[in-house]
């Protein structure tokens, strides 16, 4: 008995680093899985389709079903295509894990407008898209009178719920993520569909140069293998999660953090309006016991 026994998921971006082990991983807790990839460099370029085959074969080999899907997911039609693939292949579509993802890390000054254009691209719409298109499939069910238990699982980062510099186009991207889940998850809670976001750390080739030397586990735990990530993602896709909705987690080894949303840190109130100058004698006591300077990156 596996806890998503009779479920159909979307993974996209499948074929390889966490999008390969949350599709390996749903598939090994009963669902059958559409796997989605457009087999895409790291920077986006590209069409190799053999990792996402690969996926599939593993999760027929060990007993479950999937299928490829090499829909862009940042194309509305492709997005569509996808949905539907689910749909028509496997009879209905419970979970949509958003993961697909594409990097091009530079410096505001440095950075081209196609590089910009091209993340927000994937990230943002790619998210959407694909978001838009089950959301029209769950809501007519629900007006249907037919039970819904949908699920949403979007990737955020940590540089986009806290800025990271050389990331302007990314944490743009996946801070509006975590801005869609809160959206998504407000209009399709009456429908019965949760919407999560996750912001991972895990060793892949989008991080490979950045964990390789963290990666070295010396207690037997590898805290950067993706695997870790996947098992929040495989909870937050099952029935037990359904009372969990527009909620971020930063998530790497065994560590999770529920993140909320954004929370003031100090505060002024008056019935009148405050002027520069009177800001400007005030904002001590705005920023009372904390710094008023660029906030730290990350929780840990
Ligand atoms: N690895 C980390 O530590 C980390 C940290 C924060 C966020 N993330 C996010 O996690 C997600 C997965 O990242 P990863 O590290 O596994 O990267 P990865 O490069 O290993 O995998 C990303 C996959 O997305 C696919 N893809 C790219 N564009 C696509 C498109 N338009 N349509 C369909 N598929 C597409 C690629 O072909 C690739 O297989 C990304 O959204 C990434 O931003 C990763």
Redesign the pocket.
């Known amino acids: 008995m596996g806890m998503l026994d009779g479920k159909v998921a979307i993974v ?2 499948a ?5 390969r082990e949350e599709a390996l991983l749903l598939a090994s807790q009963g669902a059958k899985v559409v796997v ?5 460099s ?1 920077q ?1 370029e590209g069409d190799d389709r053999h ?1 996402a085959g690969e996926v599939v074969d593993q999760i027929r080999a060990g007993g479950s079903d999937a299928e490829v899907n090499a ?4 194309s509305w039609d492709g997005a569509k295509e996808l949905v539907q693939q689910a749909i028509e292949t496997f009879g209905r579509l419970d979970i949509l894990v958003n ?5 091009r890390d530079k410096m505001s000054f440095n950075m081209e407008e196609s590089d910009w254009d091209d993340v927000i691209r ?2 943002l719409k ?1 998210h959407f898209a694909p978001s838009h298109h089950a959301a029209v499939y769950w809501r007519g069910r629900a007006k249907a009178g037919e039970d819904v238990s949908g699920r949403i699982i979007n ?1 955020s ?3 986009g719920l806290f800025g990271n510099a050389g990331q302007a186009n ?1 944490a743009a991207a ?1 801070g509006g993520i975590a801005s869609l889940t809160w959206v998504l998850a407000r209009e399709l809670g009456r429908y019965e569909v949760t919407v999560n976001s996750i ?9 490979e140069e950045l ?1 390789s030397e963290m990666a070295k586990a010396t207690d037997g735990f590898d805290r950067f293998d ?1 695997k870790n990530v996947a098992q929040l993602v495989a909870f937050l896709a099952t029935d037990d999660a359904a009372d969990i909705s527009g909620q971020n987690f930063i998530v790497y080894g065994g560590d999770i953090w529920a993140t909320g949303g954004f929370h003031p840190v100090g505060e002024l109130h008056r019935d009148s309006m405050w002027t520069p100058e009177e800001l400007a004698a005030a904002k001590g006591e705005l920023f009372k016991g904390v710094s008023s300077g660029v906030p730290p990156f990350a929780i840990a």
């Open positions: 996209t971006g074929g390889r680093g966490i999008g989605n990839d457009v087999g895409a790291l986006g990792p829909s862009d997911v940042s993961n697909a993802g594409i990097l994937v990230h790619g990737t980062s940590e540089a990314y996946k912001a991972p750390r895990a060793r892949t080739r989008m991080t964990f993706p």
